[in-house]
């Protein structure tokens, strides 16, 4: 069972970037594919970002496409979302999720919550206009 734990939101003004980290332990990292998730108030938890098992394959919401990106790193076990060109609409609790996959998914990538099965605790990134 894998442990996920956020780093790096607070609080930026519109235009800004920030950058967001997610730390893995407690299993193979390299065997899951990886998601960003972000819920603002009374707003439904939503995939901004995800990227494949294998790296090779990544989704962005049309939100965040050309501000927003994802990287990982497996030998670090870590996931980094970059956040640039923020806006106050961006203003959430961010979430990072994994999910176990198979081989033969490794090109996969994963947008709705519920096909998650690990997730981290959030970080509040709050963009001030």
């Known amino acids: 069972q894998v442990q996920l734990v956020e780093s790096g939101g607070g609080l930026v003004q519109a235009g800004g970037s920030l950058r967001v980290s997610c730390a893995a332990s407690g299993g193979t990292f390299s065997n899951y594919a990886m998601g960003w998730f972000r819920q603002a108030p009374g707003k439904e938890r939503e995939c901004v970002i995800a990227?494949?098992?294998?790296?090779?394959?990544?989704y962005i919401a049309d939100s965040v496409n050309g501000r927003f990106t994802i990287s990982r790193d497996n030998a670090k076990n870590t996931v980094l979302l970059r956040m640039n060109s923020l806006k106050p609409e961006d203003t959430a609790v961010y979430y990072c999720?994994?999910?176990?996959?198979?081989?033969?998914?490794?090109?996969?990538?994963?947008?709705?919550?519920?096909?998650?099965?690990?997730w981290g605790q959030g970080t509040q990134v709050t963009v001030s206009s």
């Open positions: 999720a994994a999910k176990p996959v198979d081989t033969y998914r490794r090109s996969s990538y994963y947008t709705k919550p519920s096909e998650y099965n690990y």
């Open positions: 990227i494949s098992r294998s790296g090779t394959m990544t």
